[in-house]
C-alpha cells in the first residue's frame, strides 16, 4: 500500500526533475526538488477537490450572481501560482540564504531549534494529538498576522490586493501580493524556529486544513450553524471580513480556520451575513487588473501608504460608523 | 528464587520461537520523507514494523563499541540512539541539524555534517560533548576519515569542494575543487575517492592536497561510494541513471553496471553477500543478488535514506 501521492512525485523526481537538474548542474536541489514534487503533487489534489466540491456548492446557492466572471480568472492563475508550488519555491529560494546563515548564527549561539514534542515530551509518540496542537498555534499565529497586516497602513496597501475582489470565490484564497507572501513565509520561519516545523505525518490533514480555507472564500451561502460557526471559519464568516464595511485597517472576522481567536480577542462578527465584497479605497487595477498589473497596483499603494510618495490615503473604511 | 525460575522458564522457551524469524537479522531503513524508521525481516524481506521519528532522518552509524545505533534526525535537530538489534529508540540528545555523521576508526571523534546550516561539528565520542564546530560553505554533505583518524574529510556540494579538517589541531587544513556537486567519499588504498553527484564519475584525490589525479566513470549524477566487507569491491550508485555500478577495488576497473531505479542511495551489505540498497524516489528498499544481478524490492516509507543490516557485522 503505497502513498499515490509520493509516487507520483518520485515519479517526476525520477524521469523529469532529476535529469533537468543535472542538465543545468542543480544536483545540489535533489532532496529540494523531491519534497517540491509533493507538494506540486498534493497542491494539484487540493485544487481538484477543492474544485469538485466548491464549484456545484457556488452553482447551488451562489451569494452573488455575476454577468460575466472575467475577474475570477486571475484568481485561478494565483491558486494554481501557489498551489502548484511555483510561489513557495521562490519564496525557499529567495530566503534560503538567509535562513542558513540565521540558523548556523542561532546555532553558534546555542540555539537548537526545539520541537513542540521536546518542549512537551508528554507528546512525544502521540503524533495526531501534536499535529493538531501544531495547527491551532500555527492558525493563533495565523490569526494576529493577518490581524497586524490590516493595522499597519503600508502592511494594509499590500494586504488590500487580497480583499479588492469584488467576484469574491473558492478561488479567491491565494490572492496575495508577493510580498505579503514573503512576510508570511519569513512570519512562519520565525515561528518553526521556536516551536519547530510540523510533522509530515499527515498530508491529507494538511489538505483538508487547506480546503477549509479555500471554502471559507466560497461564493455560496453556506453556514455552519450557531455552534459551527464558532468552531471552524465558515463561508459566512470569512465573507464578513471580505465585506465592503470591513475593508480597512478595523476589520473583523481574522481567523483563518479556527473562529475561536476572534471570539477570544474580541474581533468576531456573527452578524453580518453574506455581503457585498471588496474594497471601495482600492484603485480598479488592484480589483480588475491582470496579475501584473495587482501585483504593481499593491506596490504603489504600499508607498503611498508608507509615506514614500504622494499623499498618504486613508485606509479605507473605519467600522462601526 | 522459584519465583525467578518461573519469570525465566517461560522466556527461555519462548526464544527459541522467536528465533527462526530472526534468522536473517533485521534491517532498519530511515524514512526521510515521512519521518519514519522501517524494520524489516531480511530473511523474508517484509516490513516488521514502523517506528515513527520526528521529522526527517537521513543517516545511520553504529557507536565503535557496538552498543548504539545512531540516526541523525536532521530536520528535527535530534540525535536519536537506537538499540542495534531491535532498532528500539533508547534515547534522544538534542543537536544541530544531523545529515550525515561517522565516527572515526580509531573510535575519538563523532564528526556530523549539517548540510542545512553550513557547518561541520566535531564531537568527542565518549562524553558527546561538541569539540569543535567549524563552519564550512556550502552544503557540507559526507565525511570519512584517514584510516590513522588524523584528518576527516568532508564534501561541500554548493562550492564543489572537498575540506580536509586536521583533527589534532582541530583546524582546517585545505578546502580543494574536486568536481560538480560531490557527495560521497570514502578512504581507498590511499587515496580519497569523491563521487560528484553533479557529473558521471568519481574523482581520485590526493590526501595530502586534494589534487584530482583521475576521474573514473560511472554513470550520470554519481552520489555514494560504499566498500564491500571483503575490501575487494567498490560499489558506486548513480542517482540519475538510476545503475550501481561494481569496481574492482585494486584496479578500479569496472566489474558490472546493474540497473537500480527509483534513484539508488544508500547501501548495506548482507552476509549472504546480497547488496540492500534504498531507492529513494520510489520508496523501495532493493535487495541486489550480484551473482545473478536479479533485484527483489521491499515496500517501505516515503524517501528512504540511510539503511542499516543487524545480521551483517
Ligand atoms: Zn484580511
Ligand atoms: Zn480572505
Redesign the interface.
Known sequence: ???PF??A???L??TVL??AL?AV????W??VA??WA?FACYGVAQVAVTFAVCLPLERWRPVERWPDQKAVWVDVLYTLLSRVGVLPLVTFVLFYQL??GL??WL??HGW????L??LVPALL?H?LLTFFLYAVILDFSEYWRHRLSHRFGWWWALHSLHHAQRQMTFWSDDRNHLLDDLIGFAWFTAVALLI??P???FPLLVLLLRFLESLSHANARLSFGWLGERLLVSPRFHRSHHGVLAAGQQSANYGAILPWWDVLFGTADFDRAYVRTGDPSAEEALATGSYVQQQWAGLRRMARMAGWTGPRQAGGFKRGH | MRLLLAFILPLALLAPMAGPARAGGLAIVLN?????LSVLDMAHETELRRV?V??EPHHVALSPDGADLLVGDA????MLFLDPRTGDIRR?V????PYHLAFSPNGKWLTVT?L????VDVYDAATMALAK?F?LS??PSHVTYAPDSSMAYVTL??TNRLAAIDLRHQVVSWTAEVG??PAGVIWLNGKLLVAN??SDHFAVVDPVDGRVEQRIHTG??AHQLFLSPDRKTLWVNN??D?TTVALDAATLATIHSYRV???PDCIDFAPDGKLWITQ????KVGVLDPATGALQSI?VG??PHGIFLTGAR
Open positions: 500500500m503505497t502513498d509520493s509516487l512525485a518520485g515519479w523526481t525520477e532529476l535529469p543535472y548542474g542543480g544536483m545540489e535533489e532532496e523531491f519534497g509533493l535562513q542558513v540558523n548556523g546555532s553558534d537548537v531549534p526545539p520541537t514534542e521536546r509518540g503524533h519547530g516545523i510533522p509530515m505525518q | 526521510s520523507g515521512d519521518a519514519t515513527p520526528l521529522r530536520g528535527a535537530n535530534e534522544r538534542p543537536m544541530a541539524d549539517g542545512a546550516r553550513n557547518q564546530r563552519p556550502t552544503m556540494q554548493g560538480a556537486t553527484m553533479g550520470r549524477g542517482r540519475v538510476g531505479p527509483g534513484g529513494r524516489f520510489i520508496q515496500p516515503r524517501s
